[in-house]
């Protein structure tokens, strides 16, 4: 395992950061005189805090790590940028991706102007273990790894997961995006044990926050502090912080979502598994479902004509034909359900 400083960009290790207005100052002050803000106005006439201390305290708890362990994001999709631009030089690095997967590894990547390099799945939708070993290189910074995966729903088996960060020779970034929907635990516990192990988590899905944008990397402190001198200076605005530290406090009621989107899930799954084109319904540790079925386009156009907006991913590698449905609330499920039968008795008529 190389050290991190030697997996960092050169520039970015010798570049000073933005020193924000606020940040310059420690101990106790009480007029601010530093920053250019309209003084005469109250409430939202203030830069937020840059590091979120108050909202990282509020999490701390919640995924047992210390806030020096913890960078907050606008969205994960920003945790996502910043990683390649820290470790991947442009024009020359390149990451690691396993489709199918999230777009956004690779549109990062692309604006960034790094190579992708793609190990599908195998066809159980697990990882490759020895081609992605056999594809690494001394360009290759950062293996995506997104567990449970979008579009496939299924966890990573553990053993691969730890394989892969034990043995890849660079940052080993881990999106749990739908990790609150699946039995398995969260590889936030080998953070401590692994140096070039990220872990991506948001405020978007389970947490039913996905308006206000917040996202985190949960990393070393070595690994966030890098985050945090490249961060734009106040990526988190003053009303993600107070709206997402108002809701941290929900958790009981969060559960009881996840607890009603899964009776969902397995009650969606049944009633879909009785209609004559669907081939397959794959195991989702997530809040969604990827089906295999006759004929996806069809299909897909058939629910937009009926007001209904699920994901088309039949183009993709290994996805032929399957698309993919969000578990909706009770209503929706129903009224999707109900349309996909008539579809059923159109076709067979
Ligand atoms: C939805 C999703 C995200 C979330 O991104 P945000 O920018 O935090 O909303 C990240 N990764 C995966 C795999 C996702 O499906």
């Not at 039949?314 to 996909?340: F, H, M, P, W, Y």
């Amino acid at each position: 395992m190389k050290k991190i400083e030697e997996l960092v960009c050169p520039h970015i290790l010798n570049m000073t950061p933005y020193a924000s207005a606020r940040s310059e100052f420690k101990g106790n002050a009480n007029v601010f005189l530093d920053a250019n803000e309209n003084t005469i106005r109250t409430n939202y006439n203030r830069y937020p805090d840059p590091l979120q201390n108050d909202l990282k305290k509020a999490i701390e708890p919640l995924v047992e790590l210390d806030a020096t362990q913890i960078f907050l994001g606008n969205g994960s999709d920003e945790a996502i940028d910043l990683l390649l631009r820290i470790f991947c030089n442009s024009g020359k690095d390149a990451i690691i991706t396993l489709p199918p997967t999230y777009g956004m590894y690779e549109v990062s990547a692309c604006l960034n102007n790094i190579q992708v390099i793609e190990v599908p799945l195998e066809l159980d939708y697990q990882p490759n273990v020895e081609g992605i070993l056999a594809a690494q290189s001394e360009r290759t910074k950062i293996l995506f790894l997104c567990s449970p995966n979008n579009p496939t729903g299924n966890d990573f088996d553990v053993g691969k997961l730890q394989q892969l960060i034990e043995k890849f020779e660079g940052i080993v970034v881990v999106d749990e995006a739908y990790i609150h929907f699946s039995t398995q635990a969260s590889c936030t516990r080998w953070i401590q044990k692994y140096p070039n192990l990220v872990v991506l988590q948001t405020f978007s899905k389970a947490w039913g926050m996905a308006g206000i944008r917040l996202g985190m990397a949960l990393a070393s402190p070595e690994i966030i502090a890098l985050f945090n001198k490249v961060k734009p200076p106040y990526n988190v605005n003053v009303l993600t912080q107070k709206y997402a530290l108002s809701q941290l406090q929900d958790w009981s009621t969060l559960k009881e979502d996840i607890v009603t989107i899964l009776s969902e899930r397995a009650l969606l799954a049944k009633a879909l598994s009785k209609l004559v084109f669907i081939e397959e319904i794959y195991p989702s540790a997530s809040n969604f479902l990827l089906i295999k079925v006759t004929q996806a386009d069809t299909i897909y156009q058939y629910l937009i004509e009926q007001g209904i907006i699920i994901r088309n991913r039949s183009k993709v590698i290994l996805c032929d034909n399957c698309l993919r449905i969000t578990i909706g609330t009770k209503v929706e499920n129903e009224k999707l359900l109900a349309v996909l039968s008539s579809y059923s008795t159109l076709k067979i008529k």
